[in-house]
Protein backbone atom coordinates (compact mmCIF):
# COMPACT_ATOMS: atom_id res chain seq x y z
CA UNK A 1 0.00 0.00 0.00
CA UNK A 2 1.14 3.96 -0.91
CA UNK A 3 2.29 5.80 1.98
CA UNK A 4 -1.47 7.60 2.76
CA UNK A 5 -0.67 9.61 5.78
CA UNK A 6 -2.87 9.25 8.96
CA UNK A 7 -3.40 11.57 11.69
CA UNK A 8 -3.19 10.79 15.96
CA UNK A 9 -4.28 14.39 17.27
CA UNK A 10 -3.32 13.05 20.80
CA UNK A 11 -2.70 9.97 23.22
CA UNK A 12 -3.72 6.91 21.75
CA UNK A 13 -2.32 2.96 22.68
CA UNK A 14 0.91 2.53 22.14
CA UNK A 15 -0.03 -0.21 19.82
CA UNK A 16 -1.66 1.34 17.32
CA UNK A 17 0.75 3.80 17.06
CA UNK A 18 3.16 1.02 16.61
CA UNK A 19 0.84 -1.00 13.83
CA UNK A 20 -0.01 2.48 11.83
CA UNK A 21 3.55 2.91 11.40
CA UNK A 22 3.68 -0.42 9.76
CA UNK A 23 1.60 1.08 6.53
CA UNK A 24 0.82 4.63 6.73
CA UNK A 25 2.66 7.74 7.18
CA UNK A 26 2.12 8.71 10.77
CA UNK A 27 1.11 12.52 12.07
CA UNK A 28 1.00 13.31 15.52
CA UNK A 29 -0.19 17.01 15.87
CA UNK A 30 -3.30 18.85 17.15
CA UNK A 31 -5.25 18.94 13.42
CA UNK A 32 -6.14 22.66 13.56
CA UNK A 33 -2.24 23.41 13.86
CA UNK A 34 -1.64 22.25 10.63
CA UNK A 35 -0.24 24.50 7.83
CA UNK A 36 -2.43 23.87 4.51
CA UNK A 37 -0.55 21.42 2.60
CA UNK A 38 -0.12 18.62 5.90
CA UNK A 39 -3.83 19.04 6.73
CA UNK A 40 -4.39 18.29 2.55
CA UNK A 41 -2.06 15.26 3.29
CA UNK A 42 -4.30 13.77 5.90
CA UNK A 43 -6.57 10.79 4.44
CA UNK A 44 -7.31 9.10 8.19
CA UNK A 45 -7.35 9.59 11.76
CA UNK A 46 -6.80 7.00 14.69
CA UNK A 47 -8.19 8.87 18.00
CA UNK A 48 -8.60 8.00 21.19
CA UNK A 49 -10.88 10.75 22.80
CA UNK A 50 -12.61 13.89 21.02
CA UNK A 51 -12.92 14.33 17.59
CA UNK A 52 -14.95 17.65 16.92
CA UNK A 53 -16.93 19.04 13.55
CA UNK A 54 -13.99 21.97 13.73
CA UNK A 55 -11.35 19.19 13.34
CA UNK A 56 -13.00 17.46 10.77
CA UNK A 57 -13.30 20.92 8.76
CA UNK A 58 -9.76 21.31 8.97
CA UNK A 59 -8.70 17.93 7.54
CA UNK A 60 -10.27 18.46 3.48
CA UNK A 61 -9.25 15.46 2.23
CA UNK A 62 -10.10 12.98 5.18
CA UNK A 63 -12.11 9.96 4.78
CA UNK A 64 -11.98 7.72 7.33
CA UNK A 65 -11.78 8.39 11.18
CA UNK A 66 -11.46 5.66 13.09
CA UNK A 67 -11.98 5.72 16.84
CA UNK A 68 -10.55 3.41 19.60
CA UNK A 69 -13.53 2.73 22.21
CA UNK A 70 -16.87 1.27 21.49
CA UNK A 71 -18.41 4.75 22.64
CA UNK A 72 -17.69 7.31 19.81
CA UNK A 73 -19.50 10.57 21.38
CA UNK A 74 -16.73 12.46 21.47
CA UNK A 75 -16.17 12.34 17.81
CA UNK A 76 -18.92 14.00 15.76
CA UNK A 77 -19.90 11.20 13.59
CA UNK A 78 -23.25 13.09 12.47
CA UNK A 79 -20.81 16.00 10.93
CA UNK A 80 -18.87 13.78 9.55
CA UNK A 81 -21.30 11.81 7.52
CA UNK A 82 -22.60 15.71 6.44
CA UNK A 83 -18.96 15.36 4.49
CA UNK A 84 -18.98 11.64 3.17
CA UNK A 85 -15.98 10.95 6.48
CA UNK A 86 -16.74 7.36 7.75
CA UNK A 87 -16.27 7.18 11.17
CA UNK A 88 -15.37 3.74 12.58
CA UNK A 89 -15.33 2.26 16.66
CA UNK A 90 -14.12 -1.07 18.48
CA UNK A 91 -17.34 -2.71 19.22
CA UNK A 92 -17.33 -6.55 20.20
CA UNK A 93 -14.23 -6.61 21.09
CA UNK A 94 -14.44 -5.41 24.58
CA UNK A 95 -18.08 -7.07 25.55
CA UNK A 96 -16.75 -9.85 27.27
CA UNK A 97 -14.49 -7.84 29.17
CA UNK A 98 -16.88 -4.93 30.10
CA UNK A 99 -19.54 -7.36 31.41
CA UNK A 100 -17.03 -9.61 33.44
CA UNK A 101 -16.12 -6.42 35.10
CA UNK A 102 -20.00 -5.60 35.86
CA UNK A 103 -20.20 -8.34 37.49
CA UNK A 104 -17.16 -8.13 39.44
CA UNK A 105 -18.03 -4.77 40.67
CA UNK A 106 -21.83 -6.03 41.20
CA UNK A 107 -20.32 -8.59 43.79
CA UNK A 108 -17.62 -6.03 45.24
CA UNK A 109 -20.36 -3.81 46.20
CA UNK A 110 -23.26 -6.10 47.31
CA UNK A 111 -20.60 -8.24 49.52
CA UNK A 112 -18.62 -5.41 50.40
CA UNK A 113 -15.05 -7.78 49.11
CA UNK A 114 -12.78 -4.66 48.65
CA UNK A 115 -13.34 -3.16 52.28
CA UNK A 116 -13.17 -6.58 53.92
CA UNK A 117 -9.55 -7.06 51.93
CA UNK A 118 -8.70 -3.29 53.48
CA UNK A 119 -9.20 -4.56 56.94
CA UNK A 120 -7.54 -7.74 56.43
CA UNK A 121 -4.71 -6.04 55.29
CA UNK A 122 -4.90 -2.93 57.70
CA UNK A 123 -4.24 -5.82 60.35
CA UNK A 124 -7.79 -6.19 61.98
CA UNK A 125 -8.30 -10.17 62.22
CA UNK A 126 -7.78 -10.90 65.08
CA UNK A 127 -8.73 -14.15 67.41
CA UNK A 128 -12.41 -13.26 67.98
CA UNK A 129 -12.54 -10.04 65.79
CA UNK A 130 -14.20 -11.23 62.32
CA UNK A 131 -14.78 -8.44 59.53
CA UNK A 132 -18.68 -7.52 60.20
CA UNK A 133 -21.59 -9.91 57.87
CA UNK A 134 -22.16 -7.79 54.89
CA UNK A 135 -25.69 -6.09 54.94
CA UNK A 136 -26.48 -7.06 51.53
CA UNK A 137 -26.02 -10.73 49.47
CA UNK A 138 -26.97 -11.33 45.36
CA UNK A 139 -29.05 -14.42 46.33
CA UNK A 140 -32.74 -13.54 45.52
CA UNK A 141 -32.08 -10.17 44.01
CA UNK A 142 -34.15 -9.09 41.26
CA UNK A 143 -31.82 -7.22 38.44
CA UNK A 144 -32.45 -4.62 35.82
CA UNK A 145 -30.35 -3.62 33.09
CA UNK A 146 -30.44 -0.33 31.53
CA UNK A 147 -30.01 -0.72 28.03
CA UNK A 148 -29.53 -4.07 27.00
CA UNK A 149 -27.44 -3.71 23.62
CA UNK A 150 -24.30 -5.84 23.38
CA UNK A 151 -22.90 -5.72 26.32
CA UNK A 152 -26.04 -5.76 28.37
CA UNK A 153 -26.98 -8.78 26.82
CA UNK A 154 -23.56 -10.10 27.97
CA UNK A 155 -24.44 -8.78 31.71
CA UNK A 156 -27.61 -10.56 31.16
CA UNK A 157 -26.15 -13.69 30.33
CA UNK A 158 -23.58 -13.87 33.05
CA UNK A 159 -26.35 -12.73 35.64
CA UNK A 160 -28.39 -16.01 34.66
CA UNK A 161 -26.35 -18.47 36.56
CA UNK A 162 -26.64 -16.61 39.74
CA UNK A 163 -30.24 -17.46 40.09
CA UNK A 164 -31.63 -13.70 39.96
CA UNK A 165 -34.61 -12.54 38.19
CA UNK A 166 -33.82 -9.97 35.40
CA UNK A 167 -35.34 -7.23 33.37
CA UNK A 168 -34.53 -4.39 31.44
CA UNK A 169 -35.54 -1.30 29.70
CA UNK A 170 -34.36 -0.08 26.35
CA UNK A 171 -35.97 2.73 24.07
CA UNK A 172 -37.37 -0.60 22.63
CA UNK A 173 -38.41 -3.67 23.13
CA UNK A 174 -36.46 -6.69 21.85
CA UNK A 175 -38.72 -9.23 20.71
CA UNK A 176 -36.13 -11.79 21.35
CA UNK A 177 -34.89 -11.26 24.92
CA UNK A 178 -36.25 -13.85 27.40
CA UNK A 179 -36.12 -11.16 30.14
CA UNK A 180 -39.11 -8.72 31.41
CA UNK A 181 -39.54 -5.31 29.81
CA UNK A 182 -40.43 -2.36 31.05
CA UNK A 183 -41.80 0.43 29.24
CA UNK A 184 -39.78 3.52 31.22
CA UNK A 185 -36.47 3.54 33.20
CA UNK A 186 -38.92 4.68 36.51
CA UNK A 187 -41.15 1.65 36.00
CA UNK A 188 -38.08 -0.68 36.10
CA UNK A 189 -36.75 0.92 39.15
CA UNK A 190 -39.57 0.79 40.99
CA UNK A 191 -39.60 -2.91 39.96
CA UNK A 192 -36.16 -3.91 41.22
CA UNK A 193 -33.67 -3.56 43.58
CA UNK A 194 -30.42 -3.60 41.70
CA UNK A 195 -29.72 -1.41 38.90
CA UNK A 196 -26.98 -1.67 35.73
CA UNK A 197 -26.41 1.35 33.74
CA UNK A 198 -24.90 0.25 30.10
CA UNK A 199 -26.17 3.23 27.92
CA UNK A 200 -24.18 5.33 25.92
CA UNK A 201 -23.82 8.81 26.18
CA UNK A 202 -26.72 10.90 23.79
CA UNK A 203 -28.86 13.80 24.79
CA UNK A 204 -32.07 11.21 25.78
CA UNK A 205 -29.08 9.84 28.47
CA UNK A 206 -28.24 12.68 29.92
CA UNK A 207 -28.64 12.32 34.16
CA UNK A 208 -31.36 10.12 33.71
CA UNK A 209 -30.12 8.35 36.73
CA UNK A 210 -31.94 11.41 39.20
CA UNK A 211 -32.77 11.70 42.47
CA UNK A 212 -36.16 10.03 41.64
CA UNK A 213 -35.00 7.21 39.81
CA UNK A 214 -32.78 6.44 43.06
CA UNK A 215 -35.73 6.85 45.14
CA UNK A 216 -37.47 4.34 43.28
CA UNK A 217 -34.81 1.80 43.63
CA UNK A 218 -35.19 1.90 47.23
CA UNK A 219 -33.27 2.12 50.71
CA UNK A 220 -31.88 -1.80 50.05
CA UNK A 221 -31.34 -0.68 46.10
CA UNK A 222 -27.96 -1.21 44.56
CA UNK A 223 -26.82 0.92 41.36
CA UNK A 224 -23.69 -0.44 39.04
CA UNK A 225 -22.52 1.93 36.62
CA UNK A 226 -20.23 0.48 33.27
CA UNK A 227 -21.29 2.67 30.96
CA UNK A 228 -20.92 6.48 31.10
CA UNK A 229 -20.88 9.07 34.21
CA UNK A 230 -22.99 11.30 31.77
CA UNK A 231 -25.75 9.15 32.50
CA UNK A 232 -25.62 9.82 36.61
CA UNK A 233 -26.66 12.98 38.46
CA UNK A 234 -23.76 12.62 40.63
CA UNK A 235 -24.56 15.05 43.53
CA UNK A 236 -27.90 13.31 43.60
CA UNK A 237 -26.78 9.41 43.90
CA UNK A 238 -24.09 10.65 46.54
CA UNK A 239 -27.17 12.62 48.71
CA UNK A 240 -28.81 8.99 48.35
CA UNK A 241 -25.90 6.80 49.23
CA UNK A 242 -25.26 8.98 52.66
CA UNK A 243 -29.01 9.24 53.55
CA UNK A 244 -29.80 5.56 52.96
CA UNK A 245 -32.05 6.54 50.32
CA UNK A 246 -30.28 3.77 48.55
CA UNK A 247 -28.11 0.80 50.05
CA UNK A 248 -25.03 0.89 47.81
CA UNK A 249 -23.32 2.02 44.31
CA UNK A 250 -20.72 0.65 42.33
CA UNK A 251 -19.29 2.98 39.64
CA UNK A 252 -16.55 2.57 37.10
CA UNK A 253 -16.96 5.71 35.59
CA UNK A 254 -17.76 9.09 36.21
CA UNK A 255 -19.34 12.72 34.95
CA UNK A 256 -15.90 14.74 34.72
CA UNK A 257 -13.35 12.13 34.55
CA UNK A 258 -10.70 11.82 35.89
CA UNK A 259 -11.99 14.20 38.52
CA UNK A 260 -14.30 12.13 40.79
CA UNK A 261 -16.46 14.20 43.56
CA UNK A 262 -15.34 13.92 47.01
CA UNK A 263 -18.75 13.29 48.12
CA UNK A 264 -18.21 10.00 46.41
CA UNK A 265 -14.76 9.55 47.82
CA UNK A 266 -15.73 10.16 51.46
CA UNK A 267 -18.66 7.33 51.10
CA UNK A 268 -17.82 3.46 52.76
CA UNK A 269 -20.71 2.41 50.62
CA UNK A 270 -19.55 3.67 47.44
CA UNK A 271 -17.36 1.30 45.41
CA UNK A 272 -15.30 3.15 42.82
CA UNK A 273 -13.07 2.03 40.23
CA UNK A 274 -10.80 4.26 37.33
CA UNK A 275 -12.61 3.70 34.26
CA UNK A 276 -10.90 0.34 33.99
CA UNK A 277 -14.04 -1.93 32.66
CA UNK A 278 -12.32 -2.56 29.74
CA UNK A 279 -8.66 -2.60 30.83
CA UNK A 280 -6.95 -5.73 30.20
CA UNK A 281 -4.12 -6.21 28.11
CA UNK A 282 -5.74 -8.53 25.75
CA UNK A 283 -8.71 -6.30 25.10
CA UNK A 284 -7.05 -3.55 24.61
CA UNK A 285 -4.65 -5.18 22.24
CA UNK A 286 -7.88 -6.19 20.68
CA UNK A 287 -9.30 -2.69 20.62
CA UNK A 288 -5.57 -1.05 19.38
CA UNK A 289 -6.00 -3.82 16.45
CA UNK A 290 -9.09 -3.20 14.92
CA UNK A 291 -8.51 0.91 15.28
CA UNK A 292 -5.53 -0.15 12.64
CA UNK A 293 -7.47 -2.84 10.95
CA UNK A 294 -10.63 -0.20 10.31
CA UNK A 295 -7.83 2.24 8.77
CA UNK A 296 -6.41 -0.73 6.78
CA UNK A 297 -9.80 -1.95 5.40
CA UNK A 298 -10.97 0.77 3.92
CA UNK A 299 -7.50 2.21 2.47
CA UNK A 300 -6.48 -1.41 0.95
CA UNK A 301 -10.23 -3.31 0.17
CA UNK A 302 -12.51 -0.09 0.13
CA UNK A 303 -13.95 -1.80 3.43
CA UNK A 304 -14.34 -0.99 6.96
CA UNK A 305 -15.13 -3.19 9.30
CA UNK A 306 -16.76 -1.31 11.92
CA UNK A 307 -18.74 1.57 10.96
CA UNK A 308 -20.79 3.76 13.40
CA UNK A 309 -24.58 3.55 12.54
CA UNK A 310 -24.19 7.11 11.11
CA UNK A 311 -21.63 6.78 8.69
CA UNK A 312 -22.36 7.00 4.84
CA UNK A 313 -20.47 3.89 4.44
CA UNK A 314 -21.63 0.64 5.50
CA UNK A 315 -19.56 -2.74 6.55
Not at 1 to 12: D, E, F, N, T
Not at 50 to 63: C, H, R
Not at 93 to 107: F, Q
Not at 170 to 178: K, L
Request: proline residues 7%.
Amino acid sequence: MSRIAVLVPGKIHERVLTRLRESFDVIEADPVALDAEAAGRIRGVAVSGTFNATAIDSLPNVELISSFGVGYDGVNAKHAATKGVIVTNTPDVLNDEVADTAIGLLLNTIRELPRAENWLRAGNWKPGQNYPLSRFSLKGRHVGIYGLGRIGQEIAKRLEPFKVKISYHTRTRHADAPYGYYPSLKDLAEAVDTLISIVPRTPQTHKTINADILSALGPDGVFINVGRGWTVDEDAIAAALKSGTIGAAGLDVFYDEPNVPASLLDLPNAVLLPHLASGSVPTRNAMADLVVDNLIGWFRNGKPLTPVPETPVKA
